[in-house]
Antibody, heavy 117, light 107 residues
Framework: QVQLQESGPGLVKPSGTLSLTCAVSGVSISSANWWSWVRQSPGKGLEWIGEIYHSGSTNYNPSLKSRVTVSVDKSKKQFYLKLTSVASADTAVYYC??????????WGQGTLVTVSS | DIQMTQSPSSLSASVGDRVTITCQASQDISNYLNWYQQKPGKAPKLLIYTASNLEAGVPSRFSGSGSGTDFIFTISSLQPEDIATYYCQQYDNLPLTFGGGTKVEIK
């Protein structure tokens, strides 16, 4: 079964670092997919954060680029999101997703991360 | 960044009604536009790609049209299971950007 599954702390302190993992199953992480992170603030729309290809190539949203790192571990079939210097505005549901071409067909179920002391 | 403006932000319609949502890009994006459906507590689901192509397995009552800066998403006959928020998304330029969403409710 093709599946993405996010995991990570649900609560992060302000100025801290948000770290999430996305486990990939049922599809090769070395396939022709870009592995992405998208977030959705409570009651708000969708914001694309960034993505990585299995080769290590990355693309980031310029609005977050100074704080974001997306990485991949092919041996573990996982990719990761790190967001530094978080603030309350970073409270959101974080989705990992995979695009083939320009279609996002595969999504995780989402994980809520709250930034609060 | 390319700004995507959806309207209306919400609408209420009866079962069987034709529903139309518009999406306007801040610059020409050709036909590089997708439409997604998001139900509460769920991840988005791709319905339409490249402005007018129906994704496999998606009911034919959903359709999309447009090019350049102006796009339309249509549900030809609204069904109870279509209650959701719909988003357009451009992929002409990075960063990928989404419209603000249109929440569809049953009257």
């Amino acid at each position: 079964q093709v599946q993405l599954q996010e995991s990570g702390p649900g609560l992060v302190k302000p100025s801290g670092t948000l770290s999430l993992t996305c486990a990939v199953s049922g599809v090769s992480i070395s396939s022709a997919n870009w592995w992405s992170w998208v977030r959705q603030s409570p009651g708000k729309g969708l914001e694309w954060i960034g993505e990585i290809y299995h080769s290590g190539s990355t693309n980031y949203n310029p609005s977050l680029k100074s704080r974001v790192t997306v990485s991949v571990d092919k041996s573990k079939k996982q990719f990761y999101l790190k967001l530094t210097s978080v603030a309350s505005a970073d409270t959101a549901v974080y989705y990992c997703a995979s695009r083939y071409g320009w279609k996002y067909l595969l999504w995780g179920q989402g994980t809520l991360v709250t930034v609060s002391s | 960044d390319i700004q995507m403006t959806q309207s209306p932000s919400s609408l209420s319609a009866s079962v069987g009604d034709r529903v139309t949502i518009t999406c306007q890009a801040s610059q020409d994006i050709s036909n590089y536009l997708n439409w997604y459906q998001q139900k509460p507590g769920k991840a988005p689901k791709l319905l339409i790609y490249t402005a007018s192509n129906l994704e496999a397995g998606v009911p034919s009552r959903f359709s999309g049209s447009g090019s350049g800066t102006d796009f339309i998403f249509t549900i030809s006959s609204l069904q109870p299971e279509d209650i959701a928020t719909y988003y357009c998304q451009q992929y002409d330029n990075l960063p990928l950007t989404f419209g603000g969403g249109t929440k569809v409710e049953i009257k």
